[in-house]
């Protein structure tokens, strides 16, 4: 039997799709030219030593070694208001099927009371987010620095909208494009056209603990802020090619 490779249509039509849904560390997508890029000089037989364990890939210096790209999620259009309060349970008891818990109840601090208070009325479009694993900690996944690797507020600022769209759609828990485990926080970067200040607001799922009944845990604070995101935590942005 012949050893020649026989790349026959369906595997073609396999490697085609593959590539429509790889994204690189930074979201990059493939294109004719990066294709041709694989194509030349030794970079097919590098990847062959990286998937047959003789290999392995680093990245560079850069967005690669903090933020990993993960993973897509289309927020649809909404023309509804949304009053934070009336979504935190709280406030209103059984009467939120969905479980939203602020972190701390005194609301001592501002941005708390800014997140209890919010409302967005403005009707917003059909929104393309991605978002980022931290592979870094340290004063490499400080919101500055987090949202500079993102490029800049206007990539990086989503809204309370998007993130309630989220929750709801793992309501209890369910593996999606937020995480679900207990360590790991979701972070998202809201600004309002009132305030000067840019929020980082967080969730994090508990299935029920000893302190803490199940259900979605909500903090909020201001960027800049002492204190960086640790590793593992995902970053949600605006995905840059398609807002």
């Known amino acids: 039997m012949s050893n020649e490779l026989m790349l026959d249509v369906g595997q073609a039509a396999e490697i085609k799709e593959a590539m429509r849904r ?40 850069g967005n690669g070694t903090v933020l990993d790209f993960a993973g897509t ?26 479980k939203v818990y602020l972190v701390a109840k005194e609301y001592k601090f501002s941005s708390q009371k800014w997140l209890v208070n919010r409302v967005e009325d403005e009707p917003i479009g059909k929104m393309f987010l991605c978002y980022y694993d931290i592979k870094r900690g340290g004063s ?6 987090i949202i500079e690797k993102l490029g800049g507020e206007k990539i990086a600022v989503t809204n309370l ?24 926080e979701n972070v998202f970067y809201v600004n309002d056209e009132q305030s000067p200040n840019l929020f980082k607001v967080s969730v994090c799922w508990y299935s029920g603990e000893a302190d803490f ?16 995101w640790s590793v593992g935590d995902r970053v949600f942005a605006l995905d840059p090619r398609r807002n």
């Open 140 to 145: 490499a996944a400080t919101d500055i620095a």
């Open 161 to 184: 909208r998007s993130i309630f769209r989220l929750l709801h759609s793992q309501s209890n828990g369910e593996d999606g494009d937020l995480l679900t485990d207990y360590r790991y």
């Open 213 to 228: 009944k199940g259900g979605w845990r909500i903090g909020v604070g201001e960027v800049g802020d002492a204190g960086a």
């Open 22 to 61: 790889a994204r690189g560390s930074d979201g990059s997508k493939w294109t004719n030219s990066a294709i041709k890029k694989l194509c030349e000089g030794r970079t097919f037989g590098q990847v062959l030593d990286i998937v047959e364990g003789r290999a392995k890939a680093e990245y560079l210096s």
């Open 73 to 98: 999620v289309t927020i649809p259009a909404n023309s509804h208001s949304l009053a934070v309060r009336d979504n935190l349970t709280e406030f209103n008891g059984d009467l939120t099927a969905l």
